[in-house]
Structures are given as structure tokens and as C-alpha cells.
């Protein structure tokens, strides 16, 4: 019975990502290579069973071709994880020593400031960054106060700044929570036996402290950069028409100019890229730890 139990138990979760990640995926990796065609739905060929030799002859990189000699994808490829990788440092920057902080608090004012960490997700995320255009616009709430203290206007409104803001703030409880539960554990006896024995705190932060806490800061950092990579509503509502990123990109290719070949090539080129950080970050837990 317990082995059955065990099975069970290995069984449902590979189930669940066939069903929910593999088989979506070699959906959209079929449709990247496809071709665009005037019909519904926009591309060709499409499966069927009593022609399966002319399904897979119709098959092609072509699209993967065509984004490769298009630089506007190239720019927006690269701009995607630029972007996203400025973010997800300022969100360290900004995100340990919150969670440092709250780690170091007693019990009761943990839970309240946790508690307010996670309290920007009782709001619809759309209507928060919706609340960033009221500020950043030049009419908006940040411009009255500068104008107010006597400084200029500041025109951040539709620029990439204004992307990272949003980025920064939206993602910053994936960034502190992760770091909080890897620093509330933290055996503080080790910072002070580094202590006793003459380092001093900055010291010992940098030597016992912070490497405890890189399974925490890979956690984060993989919450925060992966979703950030493909953000669509953040560019498109704060960054204008002259910020790229992917996400915007798969969108226009989808719905704009239905060419799902090419938004599924996006996707997919995307996908593989974001691989690399996973595989990478997957294996710091083990080094810190031997």
C-alpha cells in the first residue's frame, strides 16, 4: 500500500506538467514552425492523422530564419533581458535589506511586516500600475510634489526608467519573501562565533551571513528575472512605443499582425534563453550547502 502511495505520488506531478507545461509547449513549438497562411486559423500546415507524412514535410525553421535577419527582434531580445536584469538587481538592492531587517525583528513585528510585504497582492496588479500613471505623468502626483519643493519636472512617463520602476515595485515581494524565509532561519550562533574570534560585523555579514543566504537570493532572483523577461502589461502601459520587450512583441505578432508562427518562434526563442539561468541558479543550493 505504501509503495502504490509513493508511485501515486511521483505519478500525479509528472502528470500534471505533461498536461499543463509539456503539451502546451509542443504546441507553440509546432506552431513556430509552421507558416503564416491566410486562413483560420493563420498558419499551415495543420495536423491530421490521414496526412501525417505532409504535416511533418511542412514543417520548417523558416520563422526562426526570418527573426534572425530581423533586427527588430534582435533589439527587443536583447532589451528584454537587459531590462530585466536591471530590475532583478535593483530588486536585491532593495529587497535584502528589507528582508534582512524583518528577519532580525521579534516574532510579532515579523508577522506585520510581512503581512505588509504581501499586502499589495489584495489589489488588482492592473489597477497598481494603472496608479503609476497617475504619478509618473507629467501632470502627476510626483511633478506636483517637485513643484512644490521648488524642483524641476521630471519626465519619466513612457521611458524605459519608468519600466524598471514598475518592474521594482511589482515584483518586490518575489524578492523579499524568499530572502525572508532563508534569513529567518539562519543559525545566528555562526555570526557570533565569527565575532568572538575579531571579525567585525560588516565582516561577518559578508562571510557567514550572505553566502547562507545565496539559496535565497537565487530564489528570488529567478521569481523575479523569468516573469520580468516576457512582461507585457508593465512596458505597454508604463514604457511607450519605444520600449521593447518580448512581451509586447508576442502580443503584436498575435493579435496585431496574426502571425502566430512568428509570436510562438518569440516564445519559444525566449523559453530557451531562460533555461540557461534555471539550470545554472539550480545547482547554487547544493554548492552553499557542502
Do not use: H
Request: aromatic fraction near 12%; charge should be positive.
Amino acid at each position: 500500500m505504501r509503495r502504490d502511495r509513493s508511485r501515486l505520488a511521483a505519478i500525479l506531478p509528472a502528470v500534471w506538467l505533461a498536461a499543463f507545461f509539456a503539451f502546451p509547449f509542443l504546441l507553440v513549438l509546432k506552431l513556430s514552425l509552421s507558416d503564416t497562411a491566410l486562413a483560420i486559423p493563420p498558419y499551415a500546415p495543420r495536423f491530421a492523422w490521414d496526412r501525417l507524412d505532409a504535416f511533418v514535410a511542412g514543417l520548417d525553421f523558416e520563422t526562426y530564419a526570418r527573426l534572425a535577419a530581423d533586427r527588430l527582434y534582435l533589439d527587443a531580445y536583447v532589451s528584454s533581458l537587459r531590462i530585466a536584469g536591471t530590475a532583478t538587481l535593483l530588486l536585491l538592492l532593495v529587497g535584502y535589506p528589507m528582508a534582512y531587517g524583518i528577519a532580525r525583528c521579534p516574532p510579532r513585528a515579523r508577522q506585520a511586516l510581512v503581512m505588509a510585504v504581501i499586502l499589495p497582492f489584495w489589489t488588482s496588479f492592473l489597477i497598481r500600475i494603472y496608479a503609476w500613471i497617475a504619478i509618473l505623468k507629467p501632470a502627476g502626483l510626483l511633478n506636483a510634489g517637485l513643484g512644490a519643493l521648488g524642483l524641476p519636472a521630471v519626465n519619466l512617463l513612457n521611458t524605459e526608467a519608468a519600466v524598471i520602476l514598475g518592474l521594482v515595485y511589482a515584483y518586490l515581494p518575489f524578492m523579499v519573501l524568499p530572502l525572508y524565509a532563508v534569513l529567518e532561519r539562519r543559525d545566528t550562533r555562526l555570526v557570533e562565533a565569527a565575532r568572538d574570534l575579531g571579525a567585525s560585523p560588516v565582516r561577518a555579514f559578508w562571510s557567514v551571513t550572505f553566502p547562507l543566504s545565496l539559496p535565497g537570493v537565487a530564489a528570488g532572483a529567478l521569481l523575479c528575472f523569468i516573469p520580468m523577461a516576457g512582461e507585457f502589461v508593465v512596458p505597454d502601459l508604463l514604457g511607450g512605443s519605444e520600449t521593447l520587450m518580448l512581451g509586447r512583441v508576442i502580443w503584436t505578432e498575435f493579435f496585431a499582425n496574426r502571425d502566430w508562427p512568428a509570436a510562438s518562434a518569440v516564445a519559444v526563442a525566449l523559453l530557451a534563453t531562460l533555461l540557461v539561468p534555471i539550470l545554472l541558479f539550480e545547482r547554487q543550493p547544493a554548492k552553499v550547502l557542502r
